[in-house]
């Protein structure tokens, strides 16, 4: 009997490279991307490349037998599956618009690795994290509140994707509900007429960026009419996760509970 070959995964998705860091499956991961962070798990790994480019000299020096891409799926290159076809390498595609998606995405990991227990013990944890978040803000008053992913243009978590989710579970409304896109762009007018009782800036690394924040800070003081900006109730999240459909959007969601609510 032919010995069972090792799984060897890289990943150009910084989700999916942080679902399977999460999951204690980060022996597997070979290569990551160029947009990973060097952190515990990255570290030292071969960078193979991003949704734009794949270094396939690369990829194949590292032996992947696995690959994790991040594509809608009418917009996955054909050219990426012919080489994969041709290198002998599994192309995983993973979907990470919604909660439920998310701890899919667990699971299946968990089969690609051969850690089925480790993926449907990550996907219930971060159920139970947002069953603990939902049960904290309960019977409290819904806050109208705008997620923010850019202050420059404006750029909203909208509706039925996972930041609005978490931002209901957390105890929120979501002002961009009535968008009925996924990321709008909207103007000012727009914001004023949505008249946040809370705006939540979200800033990756925001900690490393602190021009980008102050420059933030500026645009949205400008907006005195706001009650988010009346009350002082336009918060900053830095955290290099906050955006990211990963292991960690069960803090994400503490963090949105913390505005919204505070202490409670």
């Known amino acids: 009997m032919a010995a069972i070959s090792a799984v060897r995964v890289a990943s150009i998705t910084p989700a999916g490279t942080d679902l399977l860091i999460g999951m204690g499956t980060a022996n597997d ?3 990551v991307s160029n947009f990973d962070d060097e ?8 960078r193979i490349g991003d949704y734009q480019s794949i270094d396939w000299e690369k990829l194949s020096a590292v032996d992947a037998n696995v690959l994790l891409v991040q ?3 009418d917009r996955m290159p054909g050219f990426v599956t012919q080489q994969c076809a041709a290198m002998g390498i599994r192309i995983v595609n993973l979907k990470l618009d919604t909660i439920d998606e998310i701890c899919q995405a667990m699971m299946t990991l968990g089969g690609v690795v051969r850690e089925t227990d480790a993926g449907t013990l990550a996907a219930a944890k971060l159920r139970g994290q947002l069953d603990t978040v939902a049960q904290g803000v309960k019977g409290l008053p819904r806050v109208r ?3 923010v992913t850019s202050d420059q243009d404006f750029s909203l978590a909208g509706p039925g994707e996972f930041l609005d989710e978490l ?3 957390a105890g929120g409304e979501n002002a961009a509900a009535g968008l ?3 990321y709008p762009a909207v103007d000012r007018e727009m914001i004023v007429k949505m008249s946040p009782d809370v705006v939540i800036r979200l800033i990756p690394d925001g900690d490393q960026k602190p021009q980008v924040v102050e420059q933030g800070d500026k645009i949205w003081a400008s907006m005195s009419e706001l009650p988010a900006v009346k009350n002082h109730r336009v918060y900053v999240v830095t955290d290099w ?6 292991f960690r959007v069960g803090k994400i969601a503490e963090k949105f509970a913390e ?3 505070g202490n409670r």
């Open 180 to 182: 009925g896109k996924a």
């Open 29 to 31: 991961l070979v290569g």
């Open 259 to 261: 505005c919204l609510h």
């Open 39 to 46: 952190r515990e798990g990255t570290a030292g790994k071969p």
């Open 167 to 169: 931002l209901t579970v």
């Open 145 to 147: 509140a705008l997620v």
């Open 71 to 73: 594509y809608a799926a």
């Open 241 to 246: 996760y906050c955006e990211m459909p990963g």
